[in-house]
């Protein structure tokens, strides 16, 4: 795209020496600021009898002057180069603005400002990157229509394996229209260790008391290979957790340290079949860890007759209990492959149920809604558990204790 023939005055200058013409532009009331809009140093105003028009300009070698592309510049005027265009068509705009945005070798944000031209679509941007004094590789991300900005990051950036801790990373923005491609200044910096994200956490108030939710967790990878080495004392062991890739690698900010309690770590063994570990955390430092009481719950599938003919509903029933004998606030699920016979043949269905146990009970059950078509005439009932495991919303992962498949036979 370009600047529409609307933009133009019908009568263009003429250069004496040279057979170029130059484009003149009409002062059109969309035009708030005429020299932001077109990266002009310079408005050129001339008038032909009572209509006034203009031309941009720009100081040679200025930051506006590098908007506009090579094949627009004309003749030289009283240190001014002019434009065959009038100055409205220009390259986009895009710049870092990458304050505090974290630097780790596998967790690299990138703020930036983007800006289409005026009268150019902006067809693809993006950015490059290189590592140490390697080739530049280019990452396309977007493209933004004329006239709009925007300013997003680009986040979690993982330059391993290619990229070490201590290599030196360098990064630029580009943003592609019709008239070129623009750079935003480069970015450098010596990267950071890898950082950790363990796969899941969950956190609790007590050490065997109900989750009081999942976490997310960040950490050094110096962090996630200490945790071996965490005894049952409590002290001071200088390890961290945080709740964003955005945090200083010594002393937690405020405001991005985990909350004080106990963390059930995913990736980090268990002890046993029915204990693990959870770390008390204070302050954001782990202090010590304790041995958790894994509660495994029982799980079982049941047929339940309504009384009409032919109509067997199939329900999941869940019992939990924790070594206080209360019960958890968890979700099971369980997934089902449930085929229904009569003298025909066999209906085959599949069904997922979630059950929530809310604070305080130990068993809930509850159908499943995968049915055959009305009449079909049920004489058996087989269900058939495709879940080798039960996932329950504190993140464990036990076996089910159920005895599948099973029959029902009228």
């Known amino acids: 795209m370009s600047a529409p023939t609307t933009a133009y005055y019908s009568i263009a ?56 592309a090579s094949g627009r ?19 986009a705009h895009i710049e870092f603005r990458n304050s505090n945005e974290p630097k780790w070798v596998n967790w690299v944000n990138l703020a ?13 941007f993006g950015y490059s990157y290189k590592i140490n004094s390697g080739s530049w590789v280019n990452v396309s991300v977007s493209s933004l229509a004329q006239k709009l900005d925007k300013e997003d ?9 290619s990229a070490d801790e201590s290599d030196t990373l360098t990064f630029k923005m580009w943003a592609i229209n ?6 935003s200044a480069e970015y450098s910096f010596t990267a950071l260790e890898t950082l950790a994200i363990p796969t899941g956490a969950n ?17 050094l990878s110096t962090t996630e290979s200490a945790l071996d080495d965490v005894s049952l004392s409590d002290g001071n062991t200088g390890l961290y957790l945080y709740k964003s ?19 059930v770590i995913g990736g980090v063994p268990a002890i046993s079949t029915t204990q693990e570990k959870a770390f008390y955390v204070v302050s954001g430092q782990i202090r010590k860890y304790e041995i958790r009481t894994i509660v495994i ?4 599938l049941r047929l339940v007759d309504t009384g009409s003919p032919g109509l067997i509903v199939p329900k999941v029933l869940v019992s939990i209990v924790n070594n206080d004998g209360n019960g958890f606030r968890n979700t099971v699920t369980i997934n089902c492959d449930i085929e229904y016979y009569n003298d025909s043949g066999v209906y085959q269905t599949k069904a997922t149920k979630s059950i929530n146990l809310v604070d305080g009970d130990t068993q809930a059950y509850s159908g499943l809604t995968a049915l055959p078509p009305s009449g079909y005439g049920i004489k058996k009932v087989k269900i058939v558990s495709t879940s080798s495991e039960a996932t329950l919303g504190m993140a464990l992962e036990v076996p089910l204790l159920t005895a599948l498949p099973f029959y029902y036979d009228d």
Do not use: W
């Open 112 to 124: 930036y400002y983007l800006l289409s031209a005026y009268y150019n679509d902006t067809t693809s």
């Open 153 to 161: 990051k680009i986040t979690h950036i993982d330059l391993t394996p």
């Open 73 to 91: 510049k004309g003749r030289l005027f009283q240190g001014l180069e002019l434009y065959t265009d009038g100055g409205l068509n220009t390259l």
């Open 178 to 183: 019709a008239e070129g491609t623009k750079y």
């Open 13 to 68: 200058l003429k250069d004496k020496t040279t057979p170029q013409n130059y484009l003149t532009c009409k002062y059109l009331s969309e035009y708030t600021n005429i020299g932001s809009h077109f990266y002009l140093d310079k408005v050129l105003k001339c008038k032909d009898s009572s209509i006034d028009y203009f031309i941009g300009a720009c100081v040679v070698g200025s930051v506006k002057a590098s908007y506009h």
């Open 297 to 300: 719950p029982a799980i079982r």
């Open 245 to 263: 890739e955005y945090f200083n690698t010594t002393t937690p900010s405020t405001g991005d340290i985990v909350d004080d309690g106990y963390y």
């Open 203 to 219: 956190k609790y108030s007590t050490i065997n008391g109900i989750t009081t939710g999942t976490a997310t967790l960040y950490m």
